[in-house]
């Protein structure tokens, strides 16, 4: 069964607008983490933010926020003010078990995030 | 800080050609991970190190594959008599604890 599901392959948005990117997984397990990274075309995976199952808040760093509601098992990514730059693969992943068991990353199928001028 | 590096960066090989992947991760980051990323793919874990020990190695796809961190630090995919499936991106990531902080990768092709 899939774990971690994006639901949308692309998407095309204008510069300095807001885009949310889609992301549900599917665990039992109580502590588990949420991550998303971002991958240009130079292929390297770029840490973005992370949501732990326990953060009562969800996780904000500069442009991006995480929209996290458990129940629905949501992890959508906001970036706002959008820029060129932010053109891009965006991967959703889940690590499940506690932060100190360093488990392994599953990952999403990603969405490819267009920027126009 | 230096990131975690990793090479060659790029690498064809014939089909049934050994090949040795290199990554270098984050000074002083005990965990260790491979990962294998098709093309238009998301990645795929392989293998996982704390130090030298590895203790997850559910993810690799056959005997062919093997993965060394033989003193906690470098780390070494190998893959013997390469097959044109295993053309892929290779992903090494380590983490001090948590977050994973990826390399650049190593795009393998086999012809």
């Known amino acids: 069964a899939q774990k971690i599901t994006q639901t949308q392959p692309g998407m095309f948005v204008q510069e300095k607008e807001a885009v949310t990117l889609d992301c549900t997984y599917d665990?039992?397990?109580?502590?588990?983490?949420l991550f998303w990274y971002k991958q240009p075309s130079s292929g390297e995976m770029i840490f973005l933010i992370y949501?732990?199952?326990?953060?009562?808040q969800n996780a904000t760093e500069g442009r991006y926020s995480l929209n996290f509601q458990k129940a629905r098992k949501s992890a959508n990514l906001v970036i706002s003010a959008s820029q060129l730059g932010d053109s891009a693969m965006y991967f959703c992943a889940m690590r499940e078990g506690p932060t100190q068991g360093a488990q392994k990353l599953v990952f999403g199928q990603g969405t490819r995030l267009t920027i126009n001028p | 800080g230096a990131g975690v590096s990793q090479s060659p960066r790029y690498k064809v090989a014939k089909r049934g050609q050994d090949v040795a992947l290199r990554c270098d991760p984050i000074s002083g980051h005990v965990s260790l991970f491979w990962y294998q990323q098709a093309l238009g793919q998301g990645p795929e874990f392989l293998t996982y190190f704390q130090n030298e020990a590895q203790l997850d190695k559910s993810g690799l796809p056959s005997d062919r594959f093997f993965a060394e961190r033989p003193e906690g630090s470098v780390s070494t995919l190998k893959i013997q008599r390469t097959q044109q499936e295993d053309s892929a991106v290779y992903l090494c990531?380590?983490?001090?604890?948590?977050?994973?902080?990826f390399g650049p990768g190593t795009r393998l092709l086999v012809l």
């Open positions: 665990t039992s397990d109580q502590s588990y983490g």
């Open positions: 949501q732990g199952s326990y953060d009562e």
């Open positions: 990531a380590s983490s001090p604890r948590g977050t994973q902080y």
